[in-house]
């Protein structure tokens, strides 16, 4: 069980009083429950306090795996909706089985176009990413 030393805080006080002693500390000595906790905090608030602290802990915290996984949620959770559309968009271009010229040529885009929304950089529109989405599951239907 985890424990603050020289804090007037305890774990089971809210994260945000934590601060980024308290966060090192779960990173370093706590479990998957304050972990937990952490990436609540930064999901419901991306750039707010206790994300900002956890920024500054994760300098700091030894524990590698641990700073390495709570990194990873900090991103994800300041990502732009088209960022975390993203991996989907390739995923079903790969499923396609198309080359991007032809999935670009398929949906009425350009190759440039379909490659900034790979990239998370631009969001496709809703009727684009359907139709991205469903050249790919006319290939499953094909392949079976």
């Known amino acids: ?11 089971d006080s809210p994260v ?3 601060g980024v002693e308290g966060i ?7 479990s998957l429950t304050e972990w937990g906790r952490i990436s609540q905090e930064v999901d419901d608030d991306p750039y707010g306090p206790v994300a900002l602290d956890l920024e500054e802990a994760l300098e700091i915290a030894e524990d590698r795996g641990i700073v390495a996984l709570l990194r990873r949620r900090l991103t994800s959770a300041r990502a732009t909706d088209a960022e975390k559309l993203a991996p989907q968009i390739r995923a079903w271009i790969a499923e396609s089985g198309l ?3 032809q999935v670009a040529a398929r ?15 631009v969001m496709p529109s809703a009727a684009t990413a359907r139709k991205i989405r469903d050249l790919a599951a006319r290939r499953r239907a094909h392949l079976v």
């Open 24 to 30: 090192v500390a779960a990173i370093d000595r706590g």
């Open 107 to 121: 949906i009425g885009t350009s190759r440039s176009r379909l490659s900034t929304y790979e990239t998370g950089k």
């Open 99 to 101: 080359t991007r010229a």
């Open 1 to 11: 069980m985890l424990q603050f030393r020289n804090l007037a805080v305890t774990p």
């Open 16 to 18: 945000a009083k934590w």
